[in-house]
């Protein structure tokens, strides 16, 4: 037998108070002192030890133990939330059992964990009696199992030492439903031309799985002219690829255009509840109508202080001709951050290529988002004088940064052997505003001595305030010496363009005087 166990075992005999509680030579069997293996004599009258279902001790045909039951065997918890989890002790007969208590110390349990120092129970049978409670809330995204060991005597005054319960434990981060229409874009409607498909995909934007989606637009209420084969729509699990899709049909009777505004809700991987809205830009034409395309196609999308340059393209539907289009818009008269390389618009004859184009810029200095809408008239193939117009989404983005802060801020100090310093990076940006794919580029399993990490890796797949991406490491150093830790890292800032950082931490270690 091992020496922690035969002094374990030894605690609990004195815990028992049993004079005839006896210990070989070998560790192998208890019982009175009269007969060490029969496994028999002294009172029970109950005493402390250590958690799981195991076989039980006791003499021959003895099948009495200990069932730890936790309440949740696998948590999930996103970083900067909290979850309780009790472990319940039963015996497995309904009789009484003494001395449990939990091997070794509750204070050095893995990150995030907590819970008491020391944990036991005088006697344990059935109900909720005997519950221990620890807390889960991580600090930093990563996995792992938590085992908690414990020892019980038997109803024959046996010690039992083998006993065990393992949770397997993850921290997430929170993710978000993203819902993109197809074709992307504004959506062109012929009247009397034939039905239009939409197909509307829904998948998370780190692809874990999201639960419980459920559109709350009615679809029995759409604009004119859209309607979809679903009374209603809702999806259990949302990940990746085109598990989740909302099949629409744009079939306009009359001249409308205009923006069609999907929400919905969800439950993300954290188990929070929340909201999203993807809006689908529409429009409908008559035959041999010209119709108005955008390049690059779908929401223009522009860094604040940077630009990019939009081509309106006028085609007809059938590619006959066209003729006198011309813009109704006024061009000097658009939205905050938009231009146009000419004031006003006309082709004498539109029809097929890109002979009729108007150019734009959006340059935006704010962030701000919204639709421009560009009317325009012309008369078709028939003579008749007809109108359309094109409306384009668009958004200003950041070329924001993010921030490396360490806590505690300074030098890191710790006394050499003993002593041990709990370090966090929380990364944020400069502006509030939402940047991701950050990645740890530092190896964390070659840090400068003294340094350790829960995680062999690091990284979050978006970030902006709070604690939400945070980075753990322990300073416990065993010799005195100092020094500068450098961690480099990399992500995509708010408008998507690579950049990189690092950050730097001093330390010191220091012995004590002798």
Not at 145 to 155: A, K, P, Q
Not at 272 to 289: D, F
Not at 450 to 468: H, K, L, N, R
């Amino acid at each position: 037998m091992l020496p922690y166990r035969r002094s374990l075992l030894a605690g609990v005999c004195s815990l028992l108070l049993v004079s005839g509680c006896g210990l070989s030579s070998n560790g192998a069997s208890f019982g009175s002192s009269g007969n060490p293996s029969a496994g028999g004599g002294g009172s029970n009258t109950g005493g402390g030890a250590p958690i799981g279902p195991i076989g039980g001790g006791g003499p021959a045909g003895s099948t009495d133990v200990v069932v730890a039951t936790p309440s949740d065997g696998a948590v999930s918890v996103a970083v900067g939330a909290a979850q309780t989890v009790s472990i319940t002790f039963t015996s497995n007969d309904g009789n009484a059992i003494t001395g449990l208590g939990v091997s070794g110390t509750l204070a050095t349990l893995p990150a995030g964990w907590s819970g008491p120092g020391s944990f036991s129970c005088a006697s344990v049978s059935t109900g909720s009696g005997c519950v221990l409670n620890l807390s889960y809330a991580p600090t930093a995204v990563g996995s792992g199992t938590l085992t908690i060991d414990y020892v019980f005597v038997s109803n024959a005054t046996m010690p039992n030492t083998s006993g065990s319960v393992t949770i397997a434990y993850t921290a997430t981060t929170y993710n978000n439903v993203i819902a993109a229409a197809s074709p992307a874009g504004q959506i062109n409607g012929i009247v009397g031309g034939g039905n239009q498909s939409v197909n509307v995909s829904f998948t998370t934007d780190d692809g874990n799985a999201a639960t419980g989606l459920t559109l709350t637009t009615s679809l029995a209420a759409l604009p004119a002219g859209w309607s979809s084969t679903v009374a209603g729509f809702s999806c259990a699990i949302v990940s990746t690829g085109s598990g989740c899709q909302l099949p629409l049909t744009f079939t306009p009777t009359a001249g409308a255009g205009g923006t069609l505004a999907l929400t919905y809700g969800y439950t993300d991987d954290s188990g929070t509840a929340r909201t999203g809205t993807l809006n689908i830009p529409y429009s409908t034409v008559a035959h041999n109508s010209v119709v108005a395309t955008a390049s690059p196609p779908g929401e223009i999308v522009a860094v604040e202080t940077g630009s990019q340059a939009v081509t309106v393209t006028f085609n007809t539907t059938d590619g006959n001709p066209a003729s006198a289009l011309y813009l109704t818009s006024d061009l000097t008269a658009l939205p905050a951050g938009w231009s146009s390389a000419s004031n006003i618009l006309s082709c004498s004859s539109v029809s097929t290529g890109n002979g009729c184009q108007l150019h734009l810029t959006y340059a935006p200095t704010t962030l701000a988002s919204g639709t421009l809408t560009l009317n325009y008239a012309y008369t078709d193939a028939a003579g008749t004088a007809s109108t359309g117009s094109l409306n384009l989404a668009y958004a200003a983005t950041t070329n924001d940064n993010a921030v490396a802060t360490v806590s505690p801020t300074g030098q890191i100090n710790a006394v050499a052997p003993a002593g041990t310093q709990t370090v966090s990076i929380t990364f944020t940006t400069d502006d509030g505003r939402p940047a991701t794919a950050l990645q740890l580029t530092s190896s964390l399993t070659a840090l400068p001595a003294g340094w350790s990490s829960a995680s062999p890796t690091f990284s979050c797949s978006g970030f902006s305030s709070g604690i939400g991406c945070q980075l753990a490491l322990t300073y416990a150093p065993t010799l005195a010496g100092s020094g500068t830790l450098y961690l480099t890292y990399g992500y995509n800032d708010n408008s998507g363009t690579p950049k990189t950082g690092t950050v730097s931490i001093l330390y010191a270690a220091t012995v004590p005087p002798l």
